[in-house]
Structure formats: structure tokens, C-alpha cells
């Protein structure tokens, strides 16, 4: 019997994603997006429902309409420095509209939840790589709404049976691998697209936020998971749910292991094949050297096998839909 799935936010770069895959196992899937940051002609497939998870009176008529196995949340706002200027926008999104979502979900009695956290909620690291148990203290406000959510989750869980998977992402990187579908921010932040349109001659260069860190080139590390992996991890989580085989948990999703900023921006000279003009700058205040996953878990309990484990192989899917896509490449 195929699922049914509620993919919120599944008009942006990783739900669109998530709802494609979904799409190829068989699941019976409903988007609901506001399309304020996602693309309407990204949703490939299943129902698309244009509203918001703030208006209550629209996700109860949608709960009623059919029954969901399973929620998956990608509707929240991302950008830190965003959060940094607007807290309030991302208390009020991430924080509030999750909560009318998930008290829609309760009343309705759709139990099964997967939450796309981050690892913004482990603030500076102490250690790495970061574990599950790594403290939690995260420090701006966009981290802290996703810090906020985890815990309301584990209340909810204790006082009405609400099943929860949090998957706290590391950097999604890359795109679909048959090209459909791609990053498609504006304004861009993330580092493999801003080389990207570098690259293209869309910026006129890149800029290396420091180059004196203590890592062995002095730029900082990353942990780049591909955005078919995360989806892939999406997966399993439901089915882990669906089974029985879990109630909750909280997964780090990662490689395991980092690429620094200057070998991203050589493996883009590489796949591109012509060198990218790049401009070194300040540090910038809070980043820290190395933010790496400890990947143990999900790997170990949910069966995770990321299948991009090369950073050339991450970089070329983003450079193949960005080439075929050259309208859709926001600065």
C-alpha cells in the first residue's frame, strides 16, 4: 500500500527534492507551500496546495481531506545572517507556524513527524567531529528556533504520542542528478553555488573568509552532505517510524568527514575547467574552523549509505543543473 506523505515547504531546494524521491518509491505525496522562497515548478509530481502552515483553518481541511502517515517539514527560514537582522520573522515562522502545524497534526491525529533541524544547534563546537550528545548551545537566533522545535518535539511526544525524527543537517550541497532540479536561493548563500556563479561569470569573484585557521590549508572545513542523501535519509527515517522499529530520535546527517573552502573551490576549477578569481577577506565573526558530523548513528541504526561521498561528483551535479538552468541562477 503506497504512503501518504504531507511535504511542507516541498517547493524549495531539499523538499523538492524530498518530494521527487518520495515520487519514485511509490508514496502518495501533498506539498503545501507558500512559494514565498520555493518554485512552483519544482514540485514534480503528487498534489501541490498553495497556502500556509500558519493558517490552521487550511492545514485542518487538508488533515481532514485525507489521512498522512507522515509529515516532513522543510518550511522553515534558513538564512543565519537573516536571523541575525529579523528574529522575529524566524520566531514567528519557525517556531509559532511549527506549532500550529504540529497542533493541527495532534488534533487530527497524524503522529508521525520528521523534522529537518540542523547542526546550527550545536553553536561553536567543542569537539569534533559533533556527536548527539555534543552540548547544544546554539548561537544566533536561527539556530535557536530549531533548537526551540527539537525540545517542544520531546514534550509533545511525552504528553500525546506525537513520533518525531529530527534529522539535523550539516551543508546540503549539490542537485538532482538527472539535472531537473537544482539550488535556486535568492539571494544565494551557500559556498558551492556562490563559486558556481563565480565560475560563470555571474559574480565577478569569490571571496575566502579567512585564511589563518588552524587546519591544514588555514581555510574552514565543512561536512557537504548531497541533497539526494538527505532525501535519501528522509526515508529511512519514515520508514524507521512506520515500522515500529523507532518512536523518536535525533540523527546528525553527514559524510563524516569535511572539505575545506579552499578545496571546494578547487574541485570547482576542476569540474568547470577554467580558474575561479578569488578575493581573500576578513573572517567572518563566528565561524568556526572545522564543523564535521560524527555520521555513527544514523548510519549505524537507520542503515545510512550516502551515495556522494566525492566532492567532485557533489560539485559536477550542481555545475550540470546550473548550466542547463541559466535563468534560474539567482545572484
Not at 42 to 55: P, S
Not at 278 to 292: H, I, K, Q, T, Y
Request: a negative charge; hydrophobic letters at 40%; one cysteine or more.
Amino acid at each position: 500500500m503506497a504512503l501518504n506523505i504531507l511535504v511542507v515547504g516541498g517547493a524549495g531546494y531539499i523538499g523538492s527534492h524530498m518530494v521527487k524521491r518520495l515520487g519514485a518509491a511509490g508514496a502518495e505525496v501533498v506539498t503545501l507551500d507558500n512559494l514565498v522562497s520555493g518554485h512552483r515548478d519544482a514540485v514534480l509530481g503528487g498534489e501541490f496546495v498553495h497556502g500556509d502552515i500558519a493558517d490552521r483553518g487550511l492545514l485542518e481541511r487538508l488533515f481532514a481531506s485525507r489521512r498522512f502517515d507522515a509529515v516532513m517539514h522543510f518550511a522553515s527560514h534558513i538564512e543565519v545572517g537573516e536571523s541575525v537582522r529579523q528574529p522575529a520573522k524566524y520566531y514567528r515562522n519557525n517556531v509559532a507556524n511549527t506549532l500550529t502545524l504540529l497542533e493541527a497534526m495532534i488534533a487530527a491525529k497524524v503522529e508521525r513527524f520528521i523534522f529537518s533541524s540542523t547542526a546550527a544547534i550545536f553553536g561553536k563546537p567543542e569537539y569534533t567531529p559533533i556527536d548527539e550528545h555534543h552540548p547544544r548551545a546554539p548561537i544566533n537566533p536561527y539556530g535557536r528556533t530549531k533548537n526551540m522545535i527539537e525540545q517542544v518535539l520531546a514534550d509533545l511526544d511525552h504528553a500525546h504520542g506525537l513520533r518525531a525524527v529530527c534529522l539535523r543537517y550539516f551543508n546540503a550541497a549539490g542537485a538532482d542528478p538527472t539535472g531537473v532540479l537544482g539550488e535556486r536561493h535568492d539571494p544565494e548563500s551557500h559556498l558551492i553555488p556562490l563559486t558556481l556563479q563565480a565560475a560563470s561569470g555571474r559574480r565577478p569573484s569569490i571571496a575566502v573568509f579567512g585564511t589563518d585557521y588552524d587546519t591544514p590549508d588555514g581555510t574552514c572545513i565543512r561536512d557537504y552532505v548531497h541533497v539526494q542523501d538527505l532525501a535519501d535519509a528522509h526515508v529511512l527515517a519514515v520508514e524507521a517510524l512506520l515500522s515500529g522499529q523507532r518512536r523518536d530520535g535525533t540523527f546528525n546527517v553527514g559524510l563524516g568527514h569535511g572539505f575545506s573552502v579552499k578545496e571546494v573551490l578547487d574541485t570547482v576549477d576542476e569540474v568547470v575547467g577554467t580558474p575561479l578569481n578569488r578575493e581573500l577577506a576578513p573572517r567572518r565573526a563566528g565561524d568556526p574552523p572545522r564543523l564535521v558530523a560524527d555520521a555513527t548513528r544514523i548510519r549505524e541504526e537507520l542503515g545510512f549509505k550516502p551515495q556522494f561521498t566525492d566532492l567532485k561528483d557533489i560539485v559536477q551535479t550542481a555545475w550540470n543543473w546550473h548550466k542547463g538552468h541559466p535563468h534560474d541562477f539567482k545572484k
